[in-house]
């Protein structure tokens, strides 16, 4: 069982840039894929951006694409988001989620809040 502490949200201007880090305790972190997800009031949580268990593949929304990276380091056992050219849009609750190979079964961190001011 892995747990997960998201860290580096704030309050940034309009085209400014964040790092999100999601760190991990517990489990196996090399053996997990890994992803993170924003969520705003009223609105379901939506997919950002996932990495494959071992970094190799990834993934992201048509939103984010070209302007946030995302990366691991399993020695560390840690999860990063990159953010620049941060729009407004692009304030919510970011969360790392941890996607067990085997069972499938998703863990979730508690969330970082991101705010963009135009």
């Known amino acids: 069982q892995v747990q997960l502490v998201e860290s580096g949200g704030g309050l940034v201007q309009a085209g400014g840039s964040l790092r999100l880090s999601c760190a991990a305790s517990g489990g196996t972190f090399s053996t997990y894929n890994l992803g993170w997800f924003r969520q705003t009031p009223g609105k379901e949580r939506e997919f950002v951006a996932g990495?494959?268990?071992?970094?190799?593949?990834?993934g992201y929304a048509d939103s984010v694409k070209g302007r946030f990276t995302i990366s691991r380091d399993n020695a560390k056992k840690t999860l990063y988001l990159q953010m620049n050219s941060l729009k407004p849009e692009d304030t919510a609750v970011y969360y790392c989620k941890a996607t067990e190979r085997s069972t499938k079964y998703d863990y979730w961190g508690q969330g970082t809040q991101v705010t963009v001011s135009s």
């Open positions: 990495i494959s268990w071992i970094g190799s593949s990834t």
